[in-house]
């Protein structure tokens, strides 16, 4: 049976082009990316097209972007067998992270794509990636697509979107999951970890509520009193991701775990991330981290940021007492975290 795949093209570096007047890249319409990869003709896979009016860099990206995504694939689920984005780099692991909350219970592949290299150079990886990506799509094994979940196709690997960070603004192999074994090594042949992928549990639903009162807060040496209140507790916010040092750990000084727990008196959800890329958070393991424990921080275990700040917010979006998101926040909902029995 023909696989019928949609492609979404939102915008990123693989549609765009020089501004000839400013000499910097802005994103072109889809037929661009067409006329430069004719391969896509002679896929045995049925292509839909669905572009966003304005391409985007994706370092525009707002979480309505994320909605127009969610909304597209709950119209198109049907129709198509899997769905590939087309997406900037910048904020593709923002993205994917966003997408794999809004989305539950997939049963087909959701495979996020993009370049370092416009489309149109010589050097370009945006055609292999794309190539790649709408092979993955349509993969299937038994009869099922093999993957049903949100991912990141780039280079040498297929990764969880919400393990994945960008890491590097040079190479080809752009991304990494530090806390996530690839979901599939890319060679010659596509090797896939059967065994990690997931699989849906019930039926597939769309949930694309998002509350944006949340913000990121990296914890560093001097950091000041006043700038701590105003983002704890003058700034209406709901949720914070706190980026700690190491294990979770941060600054001991009256005052910071003063403002901390006056906030979460407040209600703010608190939710500590290494600045680490790889390894996670165990509050208590040193002295340095006990009283986050202890004035009730939320151990983020082993979430990247951007997974992080997208759950917050999707938890938020939804109508959940504060004790639920807490919860839920410690809760392996997509495959985005590790639980450890630690402390
Ligand atoms: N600024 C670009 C974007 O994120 C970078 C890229 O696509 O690689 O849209």
């Known amino acids: 049976m023909t696989q019928r795949i949609l492609l979404i093209y939102t915008g990123g570096t693989i549609g765009m082009m020089e501004d000839p007047r400013s000499g910097s890249l802005v994103p072109l319409d889809f037929d661009h990316i067409l006329e430069h ?3 896509l003709n002679r896929f045995r896979v049925q292509l839909g097209v669905h572009a966003f009016a304005e391409p985007m860099d994706s370092s525009d990206a707002e979480v309505a972007h994320w909605q127009e995504i969610a909304g597209i694939i709950r119209d198109q689920y049907t129709a198509y067998d899997g ?5 900037g780099t910048d904020t593709m692991a923002y993205s994917a992270s966003a997408l794999s909350f809004m989305l539950s219970n997939l049963a087909k592949p959701i495979v996020f794509t993009g370049s370092q290299v416009p489309i149109g150079r010589i050097r370009t990886d945006g055609k ?24 990141i196709c780039f280079q040498a690997h297929l990764f969880r979107g919400n393990r994945t960070m960008k890491y590097s603004t040079e190479e080809f192999d752009a991304f990494r999951s530090p ?16 065994d990690g992928l997931i699989r849906p549990a019930g039926p597939f639903t ?3 509520r998002m509350d944006t009162r949340v913000g990121i807060l990296k914890v ?3 950091m000041q009193e006043d700038m701590l209140r105003a983002v704890l507790l003058d700034s209406g916010l709901k949720g914070i991701i706190l980026e700690t040092y190491g294990s979770g750990n941060a600054p001991r000084i009256p005052w910071f ?21 790889e390894g996670f958070v165990e509050q208590g393991r040193y002295k340095t981290s006990q009283d986050l424990a202890r004035i009730g921080v939320t151990g983020g275990a082993d979430m990247t940021t951007e997974a992080a700040l ?3 917010m999707h938890l938020l979006g939804q109508e959940l007492t504060i004790e639920e998101v807490r919860r839920q926040m410690v809760a392996d909902l997509r495959g985005e975290l590790r639980t450890f029995s630690s402390r």
């Open 83 to 87: 769905f590939v984005v087309l997406h």
């Open 179 to 194: 806390n996530c074994p690839p979901l599939a090594d890319i060679g010659i042949h596509i090797f896939y970890m059967h």
């Open 310 to 312: 997208a759950k917050l």
């Open 220 to 222: 560093f040496p001097g």
């Open 257 to 277: 775990i003063r403002l901390l727990e006056e906030a979460l008196r407040n209600g703010l959800v608190v939710v500590n991330v290494s600045q680490c890329a």
């Open 128 to 151: 292999e990636n794309l190539i790649t990506a709408v092979e993955i799509a349509a993969a299937r094994r038994d009869g099922s697509p093999v993957v049903q979940e949100v991912c």
């Open 206 to 208: 769309v949930d694309s």
């Open 37 to 39: 990869v004719p391969e």
